[in-house]
T-cell receptor, first 117, second 113 residues
Framework: GAVVSQHPSRVICKSGTSVKIECRSL??????MFWYRQFPKKSLMLMAT?????????EQGVEKDKFLINHASLTLSTLTVTSAHPEDSSFYIC?????????????FGSGTRLTVV | AQSVTQLGSHVSVSEGALVLLRCNYS??????LFWYVQYPNQGLQLLLK??????LVKGINGFEAEFKKSETSFHLTKPSAHMSDAAEYFC???????????FGQGTRLTINP
């Protein structure tokens, strides 16, 4: 089945630095990638939707200049947390939209635990 | 706008007992419905989904769910709980033709030996 590889799985960075998270679709082309944020013991909050070759669509309240999303190819999407602060510490998960038999589906990456110190 | 409500943030059952996790949704159009499982510090794994056709959907690990349009529900069940079922479960909905997935609050399932 479809696999999305997300890296790194865990990262610790200093306040004020930037961190890049990558999501790759390994055996399919992901025209749409979704980026979520998950707080401890909470549900997933959609941050943005990115389509290959176009600008990402951000959800209300998400700072586009802080969370930069790039979807330059059909197999790679990146989320860069710029000038990270402790409040950005969270679990970030990507998901690729997959079409085909059985209707539209979603394949999730394994997540990235970001800790800003 | 779509929304999902999972009744019960925490469900505890004994090993071998029936598992029932409740999910109700609201959607202005016929929805696609999903159940995902999440283990600690991991991504989400699809258990099952309903898109069209048979309203009783069978998924992995012995789970199944029934789409009831009249009740706007998509409850998840498993006849006999196993210790390995302990995890966080999310119900989610997306509108046909649209792609955004909206999640419920999640239900933590605990299995007692």
């Amino acid at each position: 089945g479809a696999v999305v590889s997300q890296h790194p799985s865990r990262v610790i960075c200093k306040s004020g630095t930037s961190v890049k998270i990558e999501c790759r679709s390994l055996d399919f082309q992901a025209t749409t990638m979704f980026w979520y944020r998950q707080f401890p013991k909470k549900s997933l909050m959609l941050m943005a939707t990115s389509n290959e070759g176009s600008k990402a669509t951000y959800e209300q309240g998400v700072e586009k200049d802080k969370f930069l999303i790039n979807h330059a190819s059909l197999t790679l999407s990146t989320l860069t947390v710029t000038s990270a602060h402790p409040e950005d510490s969270s679990f970030y998960i990507c998901s690729a939209g997959t079409g085909g038999e059985g209707g539209y589906g979603y394949t999730f990456g394994s997540g990235t635990r970001l800790t800003v110190v | 706008a779509q929304s999902v409500t999972q009744l019960g943030s925490h469900v505890s059952v004994s090993e071998g007992a029936l598992v029932l996790l409740r999910c109700n949704y609201s959607s202005s159009v016929p929805p696609y419905l999903f159940w995902y499982v999440q283990y600690p510090n991991q991504g989400l794994q699809l258990l099952l989904k309903y898109t069209t056709g048979a309203t009783l959907v069978k998924g992995i690990n012995g789970f199944e769910a029934e789409f009831k349009k009249s009740e706007t529900s998509f409850h998840l069940t498993k006849p006999s709980a196993h210790m390995s079922d302990a995890a966080e479960y999310f119900c989610a909905v997306s509108e046909r033709g649209a792609q955004k997935l909206v999640f419920g609050q999640g239900t933590r399932l605990t299995i007692n030996p």
